[in-house]
């Protein structure tokens, strides 16, 4: 389903049109929200036949047939386009991360953390048509290594939660007691700073834009 609701973001066209429902239909797929994934109103806003009308594809010249030809041409290339899509995506998401951990934090952008930002995405086990993808700060042992980092320290990932929900840990080492009181100089105390959801959210937009503009490049010289 996500892969259908992309190609009705690229073609910008709603879902009941791109599947050809019948009219008879549509009530029942009112459920269907908006092809824009940052408004959250339904396509339909009535349920009842009277209501209902396909809107006209006059605006794009294609009638539907044609749009599935368009597809038809490109379809088996659609998951591979998506992927690089996605990739092009959470780039966004990496730059923003590494802005924030300068201007949130003060590290350096040649450190340790900047240098474990990155990305993650693969095909679901189920198949092709669900991508799942992430991006963030990550453990890896490469870096770990380039940097001087032993078992014994805080890997970038286990830095990257403190940052992003804070923590109040004991000086000694020692886990707190529930219900213990301490006092401040007994503890390490961090206050939340949310490198990455923070460049997650402030991002939607252009990272929107990116993956409508990778993919609509990918699937023209598809189409060629």
Same mark, same amino acid.
């Given at each position: 389903?996500?892969?259908?609701?992309?190609?009705?973001?690229?073609?910008?066209?709603?879902?009941?049109?791109?599947?050809?429902?019948?009219?008879?239909?549509?009530?029942?797929?009112?459920?269907?929200?908006?092809?824009?994934?940052?408004?959250?109103?339904?396509?339909?806003?009535?349920?009842?036949?009277?209501?209902?009308?396909?809107?006209?594809?006059?605006?794009?010249?294609?009638?539907?047939?044609?749009?599935?030809?368009?597809?038809?041409?490109?379809?088996?290339?659609?998951?591979?386009?998506?992927?690089?899509?996605?990739?092009?995506?959470?780039?966004?998401?990496?730059?923003?991360?590494?802005?924030?951990?300068?201007?949130?934090?003060?590290?350096?952008?040649?450190?340790?953390?900047?240098?474990?930002?990155?990305?993650?995405?693969?095909?679901?086990?189920?198949?092709?048509?669900?991508?799942?993808?992430? $991006?963030?700060?990550?453990? #890896? !042992?490469?870096? @770990? %290594?380039? =940097?001087?980092?032993?078992?014994?320290? +805080?890997?970038?990932?286990?830095?990257?939660?403190?940052?992003?929900?804070?923590?109040?840990?004991?000086?000694?080492?020692?886990?707190?007691?529930?219900?213990?009181?301490?006092?401040?100089?007994?503890?390490?105390?961090?206050?939340?700073?949310?490198?990455?959801?923070? $460049?997650?959210?402030?991002? #939607? !937009?252009?990272? @929107? %834009?990116? =993956?409508?503009?990778?993919?609509?490049? +990918?699937?023209?010289?598809?189409?060629?």
């Amino acid at each position: 389903m996500l892969l259908k609701k992309r190609i009705c973001e690229t073609l910008h066209r709603p879902m009941f049109e791109v599947e050809e429902w019948p009219s008879s239909e549509l009530e029942h797929w009112s459920i269907f929200f908006s092809i824009d994934d940052n408004k959250d109103s339904p396509i339909m806003k009535q349920k009842t036949h009277e209501n209902i009308s396909i809107i006209s594809l006059k605006q794009s010249g294609l009638k539907i047939s044609e749009i599935a030809k368009e597809l038809d041409r490109f379809a088996d290339s659609i998951p591979e386009i998506s992927k690089k899509s996605l990739e092009a995506r959470l780039a966004i998401v990496e730059v923003k991360i590494k802005q924030n951990l300068t201007s949130m934090t003060g590290a350096s952008s040649t450190g340790y953390l900047h240098s474990s930002v990155g990305q993650s995405s693969a095909f679901s086990k189920q198949g092709k048509d669900v991508i799942l993808g992430t $991006a963030g700060i990550y453990h #890896m !042992d490469s870096v @770990s %290594a380039k =940097f001087g980092k032993t078992e014994k320290d +805080l890997n970038a990932a286990q830095i990257a939660y403190w940052l992003e929900f804070g923590t109040s840990r004991l000086r000694s080492g020692k886990r707190k007691v529930r219900g213990v009181e301490y006092n401040e100089e007994d503890l390490i105390q961090m206050n939340a700073r949310p490198v990455i959801s923070n $460049a997650f959210y402030t991002s #939607m !937009d252009e990272q @929107s %834009a990116e =993956f409508k503009r990778v993919f609509n490049q +990918l699937a023209d010289k598809k189409k060629g």
